[in-house]
């Protein structure tokens, strides 16, 4: 088991900056792949950023340029740091993880609220 525990979300002007963290604990040697959904009131939940062991990484083309993935391995934890808000980027933040030998994310935080007004 792997439980992840994320933190940083709030509420910011257009414009602005958050960085998100997500702490994982448990099982950790068997994480491959950390990411980062949202979900948008009445949307469904989507794609933000992943970066691999290896320190690989992908964004959804909406955010690339503004945002930024990264993980300090001594602490099992992920980050984004989000520049250039927009109102369109409010929703939930999900951190996930994808274990070895799975191609869709197994664990998933509890989420995160960013709000950003415009």
């Known amino acids: 088991q792997v439980q992840l525990v994320e933190s940083g979300g709030g509420l910011v002007q257009a414009g602005g900056s958050l960085r998100l963290s997500c702490a994982a604990s448990?099982?950790?040697?068997?994480?491959?792949?950390m990411g980062w959904y949202r979900q948008a009131p009445g949307k469904q939940r989507e794609f933000v950023a992943e970066?691999?062991?290896?320190?690989?990484?992908s964004y959804v083309d909406s955010v690339k340029g503004r945002f930024t993935i990264s993980t300090d391995n001594a602490k099992n934890t992920v980050y984004l740091q989000m520049n250039s808000l927009k109102p369109e980027d409010t929703g939930v933040y999900f951190c996930?993880?994808?274990?070895?030998?799975?191609?869709?994310?197994?664990?998933w935080g509890q989420g995160t609220q960013v709000t950003v007004s415009s």
């Open positions: 448990g099982s950790t040697f068997r994480i491959n792949v």
């Open positions: 970066i691999t062991s290896g320190g690989a990484t």
């Open positions: 996930n993880t994808k274990l070895r030998n799975s191609p869709t994310p197994v664990y």
